[in-house]
């Protein structure tokens, strides 16, 4: 299986709600980044946490990083249809950069 | 701001033919990733170079080679293509090796090989 693993894979909610994307990973990290790809388009970096923090902020965006589980979690507050995308992330071990499978959000005006 | 330039934007090749993506990185950024994105696939890392020097090397197949210029500018060059290299084709720089430094991806090139 592969590092930066996202849940859900598929996530729908209505203009307004929050929506919040997990990812795990298994080895060890430096950083972890989350991207958002529209359809056809280059991803787009989101935000990047490295391995000593526990919480950034972005404007609507919130990571936060568990090191100790291995898990990070991007939160989009007050979601608008202009967020629908696929959101990755990406983990940074130092060897190379692994991509998740990513979390597609549909936000439905 | 300036962000990572790549060329062209699409590109359709015949099989066994060669082709050439170039990336232009944000400026002063001094090192550059490729990723290889299939259809429904993960972007795939291929190689990185850091002030001209290959400093990483992932999935990418012997026909292809890349390299980074004195400008930072780096070329990936593909031979004898095939059906299976059609994909959208990353380039990201950042300032310094990609520990704990921002990585920005470029829009892509999209290689479509008939």
């Known amino acids: 299986s592969q590092q930066g693993e996202e849940d859900p894979q598929a996530l729908s909610i209505q203009e307004g709600e929050n929506a919040t994307m997990n990812c795990s990973y298994k080895?060890?990290?430096?950083?972890l980044q989350w991207y958002r790809q529209n359809s056809g388009r280059g991803l787009v970096h989101l935000i990047l946490i490295r391995s000593n923090e526990r919480e950034k902020h972005s404007g609507r965006l919130r990571v936060t990083l568990d090191t100790s589980k291995k898990s990070s979690s991007l939160l989009i507050t007050a979601s608008r249809a202009a967020d629908t995308a696929s959101y990755f992330c990406?983990?940074?071990?130092?060897?190379?950069?692994?991509f998740g499978a990513g979390t597609r959000l549909t936000v439905k005006p | 701001a300036a962000g990572v330039i790549q060329s062209p934007r699409h590109l359709i090749k015949e099989k066994r033919e060669t082709a050439t993506l170039k990336c232009y990185p944000i400026p002063r950024h001094d090192t550059v990733y490729w990723y290889q994105q299939g259809p429904g696939q993960d972007p795939q890392f291929l190689i990185s170079f850091y002030e001209k020097m290959q400093s990483d090397k992932g999935s990418i197949p012997d026909r292809f080679s890349a390299q980074q210029f004195s400008d930072y500018h780096s070329e990936l060059n593909m031979s004898s293509l095939e059906l299976g290299d059609s994909a959208l084709y990353f380039c990201?720089?950042?300032?310094?090796?990609?520990?704990?430094?921002?990585?920005?991806f470029g829009p892509g090139t999209r290689l479509t090989v008939t």
């Open positions: 990201a720089s950042s300032l310094g090796l990609r520990l704990n430094y921002e990585q920005y």
């Open positions: 080895t060890s990290i430096n950083n």
């Open positions: 990406a983990t940074d071990a130092g060897d190379d950069m692994r």
